[in-house]
């Protein structure tokens, strides 16, 4: 499957922006799809995940601020952000994975399919 993030952007923090991620398959429902997202010199960090039947597991770091949801109808994920935070600036990328063979995958080796990112950028 083929993924493709977009809205990324500059903002002030304690501002908001939302995420997509559109694919290419119409079995777009049967994947666990996943945010994460890198700050130079960082590894890759798990942000949210949201499972094909919609439960969703958050990151520490983002629990409360961020929200993950799916629209299988028009094979796309979002990842509304708000409060943010200087911290929070990094390149996002959305994931996917196959449903029945990872329950909740946090690490991005769990991943098989990858979009190319987008950049948030949080000023002070």
């Known amino acids: 499957v083929q993924l493709q993030a977009s809205g990324g952007g500059l903002v002030q923090a304690g501002g908001s922006l939302r995420l997509s991620c559109a694919g290419s398959?119409?079995?777009?429902?049967?994947?666990?799809m996943g945010w994460f997202r890198q700050a130079p010199g960082k590894e890759r960090e798990f942000i949210a995940l949201?499972?094909?039947?919609?439960?969703?597991y958050y990151a520490d770091s983002v629990k409360g601020r961020f929200t993950i949801s799916r629209d299988n109808a028009k094979n796309t994920v979002y990842l509304q952000m708000n409060s943010l935070k200087p911290e929070d600036t990094a390149v996002y990328y959305c994931?996917?994975?196959?449903?029945?063979?990872?329950?909740?995958?946090?690490?991005?080796?769990?991943?098989?399919?990858w979009g190319r990112g987008t950049q948030v950028t949080v000023s002070s």
């Open positions: 398959e119409r079995t777009f429902s049967g994947y666990t």
């Open positions: 949201i499972r094909r039947s919609g439960v969703t």
């Open positions: 994931a996917a994975t196959d449903s029945s063979r990872y329950s909740y995958p946090v690490n991005p080796q769990e991943y098989s399919y």
